[in-house]
């Protein structure tokens, strides 16, 4: 059965459907990394949930996906995001302080926010239909590239993606860049030893691999 997802995802990607799209404008989005106290685990879980409900009440537009990591340097920490927007989306969220106000009593006191980037996806470079999406996990891995070195990178993947589902985003503000994130579906946690980590071509200085599982109970889809 892993087998066959994985060949089913495969022809997903070689459908013309799939194809890269134009840059649109709606192509912003944000990640936070979210990291639980000791002891409050399951205390910020249950937090979230009830976070999300708060999201759900509002009426909010926006989805927003939450996974944890499973493989690499942030092993079981958590991280949320939200895709497709327009960058302008930003600065007109649904009621900003009663959200602050909800994630103050409901999160903050049983985690601590360590990231939150705004990155731009970079269709050019990207194959298939934009991720991420609710697969059960999720490959990502961050490439940190030397300074000057960012429009070579950029034009060296875009020859050679190929037709694989892939979704690269470049950090825009709020870490250390220049920094590109490719995403790639993952079907099963077996399915992600076989990915390897491609373009590794001059002006990387540095690659982290890492391995997402996907938490819908931690996740908001209007």
């Known amino acids: 059965m892993k087998a066959l997802a994985a060949a089913a995802l495969a022809l997903a990607c070689l459908s013309p459907a799939h194809a890269h799209a134009q840059q649109t404008g709606a192509s912003y989005a944000r990640m936070v990394v979210i990291v639980s106290r000791p002891g409050q685990a399951e205390a910020f879980e249950k937090g979230y949930e ?3 409900q708060w999201h759900r009440g509002a009426q909010d537009p926006w989805t927003w996906y939450g996974w944890t990591f499973v493989l690499g340097n942030r092993i079981n920490r958590f991280m949320d995001g939200t895709f497709g927007h ?4 930003f600065d007109t ?13 409901n999160v903050a006191p049983y985690a601590d926010f360590v990231s939150h980037g705004m990155y731009q996806r970079m269709d050019a470079m990207s194959a298939g239909e934009p991720l ?3 697969s059960p996990f999720l ?5 940190h590239i030397r300074p000057g070195q960012e429009a070579a990178f950029e034009r060296a993947v875009a020859r050679e993606h190929g037709t694989a589902c892939q979704t690269w985003y470049r950090l825009q503000a709020g870490g250390e860049a220049p920094q590109y994130v490719l ?3 993952v079907p099963s946690f077996g399915a992600a030893a076989t990915l390897g980590t491609p373009y590794t071509q001059a002006g990387v200085d540095k690659v982290d691999n890492e391995l997402l599982r996907y938490r819908p109970n931690l996740s908001y889809r209007p």
């Not at 327009?86 to 989306?89: E, G, I, K, L, Y």
């Open 183 to 185: 995403l790639r579906a």
């Open 86 to 89: 327009a960058a302008t989306d």
């Open 50 to 52: 009830r976070h999300l």
């Open 139 to 143: 490959a990502m891995t961050t490439y």
């Open 93 to 105: 969220p649904v009621q900003p302080a009663a959200d602050a106000a909800d994630n103050n009593v």
């Open 132 to 134: 991420p999406d609710a």
